[in-house]
């Protein structure tokens, strides 16, 4: 008896998780406000030399806050540039 159990297959690799996340979080919290947000020197920082430790918090701060989760990913970004 073979029984077909319907399944998706779910292969994320890294950059299409990231690509959703990425898409996800960058409008899901728009944070109008700017409430609690760290500043721009900080998500500079954690871009350019992430400490685990400190960056703790800001980290957090980034998964439920876009506008800092887009401007951090822009600083990502400009740091590449750089660097290539
Ligand atoms: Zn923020």
Not at 8 to 26: M, Q
Not at 57 to 74: A, D, I, K, Q
Request: a neutral charge; charged letters at 25%.
């Amino acid at each position: 008896m073979s029984r077909k159990k319907q399944r998706h297959s779910y292969d994320f690799n890294d950059a299409e998780f990231f690509g959703f996340a990425k898409s996800y979080l960058s409008e899901a919290f728009p944070n109008p406000q700017r409430i609690g947000c760290p500043a721009n020197s900080d998500l500079q920082r954690m871009a350019e030399h992430p400490v685990e430790a400190r960056d703790a918090e800001v980290s957090e701060h980034l998964t439920c806050c876009s506008p800092c989760f887009n401007r951090y990913l822009e600083i990502l970004a400009s740091l590449r540039h750089r660097t290539a």
